[in-house]
């Protein structure tokens, strides 16, 4: 079954996180192989709660790119180094292809043969060679096993074309020789008595039963084949083992199979090469990669929760394959290729939607899950005070409290404070704790959000913070960058701008001039209180 990616936003909070575990716990419930997975690292709140409800952390998930396990290149094709020629052949024909990686005995690629290369040594090399082994022969002469000595063949053909005795007056034999010969008793005697390494009886030739117990007491192989001496000279060269003709591979170019599809592709716009082996990083040959292999495409499978903008998603979701979105944000300008699920609702909290599920399903909701859940609700709509709090939320609110076995005001107190200590964060950590970019009219800016007890802690250094929201502005051209100090207990927020940024902050506020830490009474909600009227700024 294959297996489908869910995860929330770049960025991800504690609804984005808990949604994305408790929706891939009910997946999988309903038959699929769902993971949950995060973009980045998580928060001091994100990680209070599953602390509390003993939920692992989901794997991080990097991208979700294509890669060359992702299409159908030839797995487990290549050939050990002792196969032969004719082998290497049979293989490229079978599957339509012009090489073949070749490996050691551990599987380690040690270079690949192309048809180019069989075609150049039938044509070359010197016939009169041979390394192989007994059994090379015996397949590729379609041979009969007589005396099986030794499994190692090395050694130089001759033919017996003379005359018997013309033969055996004038040609010395040694056990470095390996003689075709019909059913000529004599030389095939003397072949014997001279311990030759092998003999290649043709014509399927009568061999002497007294022949055979002297070349078994001589350790003399011997096959049998039906082939006649014109086509076993023709013929035998391709059983040499496929190493004998495999040329230096240092340069060889290969592939990992998590390398990226197109990084694969711009590199063989330089060679165009029409293969490429594929290996594991022990250098282990995986297989063989023909470059139109790379249009059958099997793109990841993902479900995206708690967003629905590109900007805010996995690096390539372009290439992935969306199969449903879950949400509670504005629509933003992801675009699939394929009809989705889509569902969007406006509430609180994804997780309230994911609630929502297990109900329209029928499936139990454990502790572990409920307790999830409850999180990102409570996280997200501030303890059911923020103004995107809805019916919906206070009642997934009481049925999941029920279930976790807590108090929801005094775990979500709990909860919000786990997230608000400053200790061990740089200011940069602060402001990408939350953060999320958004695009209108092609001008991109970002907006963090920081939930605190405290904004003393925060205003003595008031000035680092700006200098690191300049600097996040400037490196990445964002029309502006702002970060949402909000005070949990006064209901309220804190707001800190890039310095250049303080004319949109005002126009958006309807004010006349915008102090940096000014305070915004009832601002809780970056998604009610602080998108939309900066949206508005820039449409303008």
Known sequence: MEKVYIFGHRKPDTDSVASCIALAYLKQQLGMHAEARILSAINKETKFALATFQVAEPPYLNDVKLQLK??????????????????????????????????????????????????????????????????????VLKGEEIVHAQEEIDGNLLVASYRSTTFINNISLSPNDILIVGDRHSVIEYALF???????????????????RLAQEKKVNIIRTSYDTYH???????????STVLTETEDAICFDETEYVGDILEVNRKLRHTNYPVVDYKKRCLGLLRITDLNEKQPKKVILVDHNEKAQSAEGIEEAEILEVIDHHNLGNLTTN??????????????????????????????KMAGMLLSGIL???????????????RKAVQALE??????????????????????????????????????????TFGVGQFFTTNFSEIEKDMEAYLDVLDEVQEANQYR???????????????????RKAEDIMALAYGVDTMQEGSYMKDCVS??????????DVIEK
């Open 70 to 139: 992702d299409t159908g290149y030839h797995r487990k094709f290549f050939l050990p180094q002792n196969a032969s020629i004719y082998q290497a052949y049979l293989a490229m024909l079978e599957q339509g292809l012009t090489g073949v990686p070749v490996v050691d005995f551990k599987e380690k690629f040690l270079g690949i043969i192309t048809m180019k290369d069989l075609a150049y040594s039938f044509i070359n090399q010197e016939a009169r060679q041979l390394k192989t082994s007994y059994h090379n022969i015996l397949s």
């Open 194 to 212: 001279s311990s030759v390494q092998l003999l290649i009886v043709v014509g399927d030739g009568q061999i002497k039963e007294e022949h055979i």
């Open 232 to 242: 076993v000279a023709r013929l035998i060269a391709l059983s040499n083992y496929i």
């Open 338 to 367: 394929f009809p989705v699920n889509f569902r969007n609702m406006a509430v609180g909290s994804t997780c309230t939607i994911i609630y929502q599920l297990y109900l329209e399903n029928q499936v139990d909701i454990p502790k």
């Open 379 to 393: 996280s997200d709509t501030l303890i059911l005070k923020s103004p995107t709090a809805t019916e919906y939320d």
């Open 402 to 443: 029920k279930i976790a076995g807590v108090s929801y005001q005094d775990y979500g107190l709990s909860l919000l404070k786990a997230g608000t200590s400053l200790k061990g964060m740089s200011k940069e950590d602060v402001l990408y704790n939350d953060f999320k970019l958004y695009t209108v009219d092609g001008q």
């Open 480 to 498: 502006f960058v702002a970060l949402y100090i909000t005070d949990i207990l006064k209901n309220g927020s804190y707001l800190l701008f890039n």
């Open 526 to 535: 970056r998604k009610k209180h602080a998108i939309p009227l900066l949206m």
